[in-house]
């Protein structure tokens, strides 16, 4: 709960609450679901009731847990795309932008990466 009022950003709260938002993403189609359904009976139309229960609510509701899916998958990857970047250069033994080098260490961060000189 702290890092959603980390205001410098020093950890990534996305892959934490992932999983939450799916779970609602996922109850919020199901009623959209029920409402498309009940709707379309309320229209005193069994023909169309049927047709949106048996193909357009499932149809709509695979599509849009699909869709966000996909997104939610794309944002972790990405965050975890940066979480290994940076775990990479603090191997290397540079420093991750925004991170200083311990000072009770007097370590110093390497010199920036520049082409060697051209002859």
């Known amino acids: 709960m702290k890092q959603l009022f980390d205001f410098n950003f020093e950890s990534f709260v996305t892959p934490k609450i992932v999983k939450i938002v799916y779970i609602l993403i996922t109850v919020g189609l199901a009623v959209l679901y029920l409402a498309m359904v009940i709707t379309a009976f309320a229209s005193k139309n069994a023909g169309l009731g049927i047709f949106v229960l048996l193909i357009v609510g499932p149809l709509v509701t695979i599509i849009y847990l699909a869709l ?44 920036p990466y520049s082409a060697p000189p051209q002859a």
């Open 68 to 111: 966000a899916r996909m997104g939610l998958e794309s944002l972790v990857a990405t965050i975890r795309t940066a979480e290994y970047t940076g775990e990479l250069v603090r191997l290397a033994g540079g420093t991750i932008p925004g991170h200083h080098p311990d000072a009770s260490t007097g370590q110093q961060a390497p010199p």
